[in-house]
């Protein structure tokens, strides 16, 4: 006898006894023992999770999650969260290691530029002292830094427009503002000029302004003194004196952020540049700001995003000294190529990881699609796709089910749905070498490197202008979570889920896949028919196709998830209450649709083929299994210190609420947990939309 320690999802689930010494432990062998192995595992690690003492009907996440946090310890990990996510991440990001450290004979000469990449990343250190000098040398490109000059820096020869637009035009960083080549949102076949704002680091308004992120904000301004004193050499109090001012005039600029909720076809107004143009002259010169940053000058309509961001600018440009623009741009400009070596080799990897996702994500996907391959899920994902729309379809073709659209409407949501894909984010269609022309990486020189890929990428940029419009690429954004692409009425799944024994294997009850993997979809077809999407038609552009009774209904609906969500507490504070549902909406009508097309297999089934529709040794039925593994997914620890900040800036709710909100607002759960009328879990008033 021995024991055999089963990994699935990164923890150690379950010690099993086999009676069979000799047996090879390879999960992939598709025999009766280990398919029985694998369940075996599955229902050690389901009740390793949950709390079956709790009151299913009281709290679903306690019932469901009650052990995770004790198991899996955000604190005593050392990291910011826990959870599913994390863990696909993390399995990801170790294939991802093994793939980037070796070279072998399959490998494309884009592949070896990639690995070339990271390896420049974890060799850093060998740059030493000629990594200042680099830095000041892109800076030298573009004019003089005052924190370097001193009194022999000339005011009078700077231009931040001329600047920030040079430096946007040869390596495509937008710094303040800049333009950006995007979809057309009324014509998604062509491209335009957008007017956009800088990337923030610290992102969201919020993170900037309120008194409970001042923790962030402090860490931030060490990181802007740092890089200063380390990275160029200037003298410590100098240093901390300009980090102050840099930081005070970025959190000046950050007053014009956009609001929560509010998406592209709510900021994003087209207009020509003779009307921007007048809106800004003479602070910010649009006509001016295009030609250099373009190369050429623009005469068709542009599109301007968020123009409360550029009202403000104006106004923070022309009262802020020109010495503390001119910093700020130059830092803002080096910011991109600064990467702190770390003593820990295995720190170093991860960090050079995050970096080759950074710029080459989508290179990453399809080198993991390449290498690990799994047609099964493929078909699994393919297929569940096709149930869940199908029950979608039957929903919205319903006289009674969504008596709230309007016949028309509904019409037109049934040609949305019908025209909405799913695809695999493998990338496998992909020109790479075409892409890659011209790029000559290599193994020795990350700013270099970095250098390279960004003239590259503004070159690229400006040639798209007059290109048809190719798929949205959203980088490392996609590599593992799900995402409804509104823009393209398209589905991507990253190749990260393709991983087995996280969500789906063949061996698994299909009541755990569509719980988990089936959920996952339908939210993500849910978002073409929220707050944002249901602003998008079939073809994927921006169209308002709602009758005014019908989006009047919607609004009244979406309000009684506003009051739902605003009374949960967390971390003992209440939600605030926002107008934008967008992730609760999917997350309620992801799980009925799921729940729906999982109900309509089973019942199609003849009693046989239901036999492994529960695990062996765990009490529930199949129907209850679904549940348990919906709830599952959001099972996660948050570390206490980032607790205020996953509120400010996740428009997602804390995982508690993704579960107990659904579940609490759905008939069919109350009824297959027997939860009386009136208890937690089983309101008298419930929140429907989808």
Not at 170 to 184: L, N, R, S, T
Request: proline share 3%.
């Amino acid at each position: 006898m021995r024991l055999l320690y089963i990994f699935i999802t990164g923890q150690v689930l379950i010690a099993l006894t086999s009676a069979a010494p000799g047996i090879k432990d390879d999960l992939t062998q598709d025999t009766p023992y280990i398919k029985e192995l694998l369940r075996q595992a599955k229902t050690a690690e389901i009740e390793s999770f949950m709390d079956q003492k709790a009151d299913p009907c009281h709290d679903f996440y306690s019932f469901s999650c009650g052990n995770y946090a004790r198991i899996n310890s955000a604190l005593s990990m050392q990291v910011f969260t826990t959870g599913i996510f994390q863990n696909l991440n993390n399995g990801f990001d170790r294939k991802v290691i093994k793939m980037l450290n070796t070279y072998e004979i399959h490998d494309s000469s884009e592949d070896i530029q990639v690995k070339y990449f990271y390896e420049s990343c974890l060799r850093i250190k060998e740059l030493n002292s000629t990594y200042t000098e680099k830095l000041k040398s892109l800076i030298a490109e573009f004019g003089s830094m005052p924190v370097l000059e001193g009194s022999s820096w000339e005011e009078e020869d700077f231009d931040w427009l001329e600047t920030t637009a040079r430096i946007a035009h040869q390596y495509e960083e937008i710094v303040i503002v800049g333009a950006e080549v995007f979809k057309d949102i009324v014509n998604n076949q062509r491209n335009r000029v957008y007017i956009v704002q800088q990337e923030f680091p610290l992102e969201k308004r919020s993170m900037y302004l309120n008194n409970e992120t001042l923790i962030y904000r402090e860490k931030y301004l060490g990181v802007i003194e740092n890089i200063l004193e380390r990275f160029l050499a200037v003298e410590k109090e100098l240093a901390k004196e300009t980090a102050k001012e840099l930081f005070d005039f970025e959190v000046e600029l950050a007053e014009g952020l956009s609001s929560p909720g509010e998406g592209l076809s709510d900021l994003a107004e087209l207009l020509t540049v003779a009307e921007i143009q007048e809106r800004y002259s003479p602070t910010l010169d649009i006509k001016r700001l295009l030609s250099v940053s373009m190369g050429e000058t623009i005469s068709e309509e542009i599109y301007e995003y968020n123009k409360r961001y550029q009202q403000n600018l104006v106004e923070v440009i022309e009262r802020t000294p020109k010495p503390t623009v001119a910093n700020y741009i130059f830092y803002r400009l080096i910011y991109e190529f600064v990467e702190k070596p770390s003593d820990r080799p295995e720190k170093q990897k991860q960090a050079c990881v995050d970096l080759t996702k950074k710029f080459f994500a989508k290179n990453l996907d399809n080198m993991f699609y390449r290498r690990y391959n799994n047609e099964k899920s493929s078909r699994e994902i393919e297929n569940m796709w096709r149930q869940i729309k199908s029950s979608f379809n039957d929903t919205l073709r319903s006289s009674q089910a969504l008596d709230w659209i309007e016949r028309p409407t509904r019409n037109l949501a049934i040609a949305k749905l019908q025209a909405m894909t799913l695809e695999v984010n493998n990338y496998a269609e992909d020109n790479f070498t075409e892409e890659f022309a011209d790029l000559h990486l290599q193994s020795s020189d990350y700013v270099e490197n970095v250098r390279r890929t960004n003239l590259l990428a503004a070159k690229r940029k400006r040639e798209t202008l007059y290109q048809p419009a190719k798929p949205v690429e959203a980088g490392s954004k996609l590599s593992y979570s799900p995402a409804n692409i509104l823009i393209e009425n398209t589905i991507k799944i990253p190749v990260a889920l393709l991983q087995p024994f996280y969500l789906w294997s063949d061996v698994y009850p299909n009541a755990v896949m569509f719980g988990t993997l089936a959920y996952l979809i339908a939210h993500e077809l849910i978002h073409g028919f929220d707050d944002n999407g249901r602003k998008f038609d079939a073809k994927g552009n921006s169209h308002d196709w709602w009758d005014e009774r019908s989006s009047s209904n919607f609004l009244k609906r979406r309000e009684c998830f506003t009051k739902q969500y605003g009374r949960y507490k967390y971390d003992g504070n209440l939600l605030k209450e926002s107008t934008s549902q967008a992730e609760n909406i999917a997350d309620n009508g992801g799980m009925r649709l799921a729940y729906t097309a999982y109900r309509k297999w089973y019942e199609s089934q003849v009693e046989k083929d239901l036999a492994k529709e529960t695990l062996p040794n765990l009490r529930y039925t199949a129907k209850q299994l679904f549940f348990i593994s919906f709830a599952q997914i959001w099972c996660n620890d948050v570390h206490p210190k980032v607790k205020t900040l996953q509120v400010l800036t996740d428009q997602h709710m804390p995982g508690k609420f993704r579960v107990i909100g659904p579940l609490s607002n759905f008939d069919e759960f109350s009824r297959e947990f027997n939860c009386p009328s009136g208890s937690a879990m089983n309101p008298l008033e419930k929140c429907v939309l989808y």
